[in-house]
Antibody
Framework: QVQLKESGPVLVQASETLSLTCTVS????????VIWVRQPPGKGLEWMGI???????DYNSALKSRLSINRDTSKSQVFLKMNSLQTDDTAIYYC????????????????WGQGVMVTVSS | DVVLTQTPPTLSATIGQSVSISCRSS???????????LNWLLQRPGQPPQLLIY???RLESGVPNRFSGSGSGTDFTLKISGVEAEDLGVYYC?????????FGAGTKLELK
């Protein structure tokens, strides 16, 4: 059974670093990429970045200087770190999965975590 | 980065009405492998997004066939043939052809 679950602090101080974990089950991180997506209250979805099945990463251009995504395949965990937080980083943070584009049974974004609401306090 | 423009931003419909949402891309979403990686998600209030359609027109398992997707290149459409109450929420197109992937701004479907 495929599952993704986000975890991390719900309250962070401005200027500090956010650390979130996406723990997955039912599939291998060496077969799927994992994407982080965030959603400020009342607003749309923002693609933050991805760690591909081979461990390479791509980031949203607007967040690239503050964001890093890593993983521990043995623990089936993907980690997000974002520094220099500001109040407009307050959002629900989700993780979801995507297969490589060359998969014959390509179905992206088919499973999502429930999200973790992070509030950045000034 | 690819920009996806969704219209309209808000859609008011009655139950049973058919509606369409447009998603236009700033560049072609046709991949060099011949596939077009344009997908549609629905986010109901208080829920994470869920996949409705992938690869332009393929229906995700369990999604009712009143949903359909079409388009090519830079212009894509999601159609709901006979809106039901459970369809209310915000619809997003998302492209997975070019990294970084990008979302449209969303279309909110409301009851009239």
């Amino acid at each position: 059974q495929v599952q993704l679950k986000e975890s991390g602090p719900v309250l962070v101080q401005a200027s500090e670093t956010l650390s979130l974990t996406c723990t997955v089950s039912g599939f291998s991180l060496t077969n799927y990429g994992v994407i982080w997506v965030r959603q400020p209250p009342g607003k749309g979805l923002e693609w933050m970045g991805i760690i591909w099945r081979n461990g390479n990463t791509d980031y949203n251009s607007a967040l690239k200087s503050r964001l890093s995504i890593n993983r521990d395949t043995s623990k089936s965990q993907v980690f997000l770190k974002m520094n220099s937080l500001q109040t407009d980083d307050t959002a629900i943070y989700y993780c979801t999965r995507v297969p490589p584009n060359y998969y014959s049974s390509y179905i992206p974004f088919d499973y999502w975590g429930q999200g973790v609401m992070v509030t950045v306090s000034s | 980065d690819v920009v996806l423009t969704q219209t309209p931003p808000t859609l008011s419909a009655t139950i049973g009405q058919s509606v369409s949402i447009s998603c236009r891309s700033s560049q072609s979403l046709l991949h060099s492998n011949g596939n077009t990686y344009l997908n549609w998600l629905l986010q109901r209030p208080g829920q994470p997004p869920q996949l409705l359609i992938y690869l332009v027109s393929r229906l995700e398992s369990g999604v009712p066939n009143r949903f359909s997707g079409s388009g090519s290149g830079t212009d894509f459409t999601l159609k709901i043939s006979g809106v039901e109450a459970e369809d209310l929420g915000v619809y997003y197109c998302v492209q997975s052809t070019h990294a970084p992937y990008t979302f449209g701004a969303g279309t909110k479907l409301e009851l009239k």
